[in-house]
């Protein structure tokens, strides 16, 4: 099945830092990936995608692209804002699997 | 507005004490799934579901049942609680679309003791 491995948290920055998360995959055929955040005390919400080899998924700032030869889709935002501290995930998701595999989650702390 | 809601947010029981947490979606979504967040283990799916009467074990199963008799509600049920299954708890929903987003509640916290 599908699997992924997320940089190990937490990473403190101070705002305005630049950022990045690495995820690396295993997944077979060409899945779609995710970046899902989850702000403190509440669910997890979608971040940015990708659905197919280097699309760059963008969103608040952020970026990841696909990168199918390296399996791989990092996450990257140039200057992170106090209101960014929050645990990442990312998720793929293949055609063979019938649910996302979400990595460990990096937990993120932007100080002002 | 499109959500997944979870009741309750917060509960505190005993142990052995049958327990049901509710999900439920209102974007006529297939696929449904349970997850449990626990810290340094990440989010590891439970149950998962995709469509009506249509359910399959995640990756840590024992001590959960679940059940899809309508598309739209996903219960989570816990016959014997024990302190093991003290957690945050994730409903979610998407569509079969490989590339389409997961819809996450807000989480429940269940403290068994």
């Known amino acids: 099945g599908d699997s992924v491995t997320q940089m190990e948290g937490p990473v403190t920055l101070s705002e305005e830092a630049f950022l990045t998360i690495n995820c690396t995959y295993t997944?077979?055929?060409?899945?779609?990936l995710f970046w899902y955040v989850q702000y403190p005390g509440e669910g997890l919400q979608l971040l940015l995608k990708?659905?197919?080899?280097?699309d760059k998924g963008s969103n608040k700032g952020f970026e990841a692209t696909y990168r199918k030869e390296t399996t791989s889709f990092h996450l990257e935002k140039g200057s992170v804002q106090v209101s960014d501290s929050a645990v990442y995930f990312c998720?793929?998701?293949?055609?063979?699997?019938?649910?996302?595999?979400f990595g460990s989650g990096t937990q993120l702390t932007v100080l002002p | 507005e499109a959500q997944v809601t979870q009741n309750p947010r917060y509960l505190i029981t005993v142990t052995g004490k049958k327990l049901t947490v509710t999900c439920s979606q209102n974007?006529?979504?297939?696929?449904m799934s349970w997850y449990r967040q626990d810290p340094g283990l990440g989010l590891r799916q439970i149950y998962y579901?995709?469509?009506?009467?249509?359910?399959d074990k995640g990756d840590v199963p024992e001590g959960y049942k679940v059940s899809r008799k309508e598309k739209r509600n996903f219960p989570l049920i816990l016959e014997s609680p024990s302190p093991n299954q003290t957690s945050l708890y994730f409903c979610?929903?998407?569509?079969?679309?490989?590339?389409?987003?997961?819809?996450f509640g807000p989480g429940t916290r269940l403290t068994v003791t």
């Open positions: 974007m006529n979504h297939e696929y």
């Open positions: 579901s995709m469509n009506v009467e249509v359910t």
């Open positions: 997944a077979t055929g060409y899945p779609s």
């Open positions: 979610a929903s998407r569509t079969s679309g490989r590339g389409d987003e997961q819809y």
């Open positions: 998720a793929p998701l293949s055609g063979s699997a019938r649910q996302l595999t």
């Open positions: 990708a659905t197919k080899a280097d």
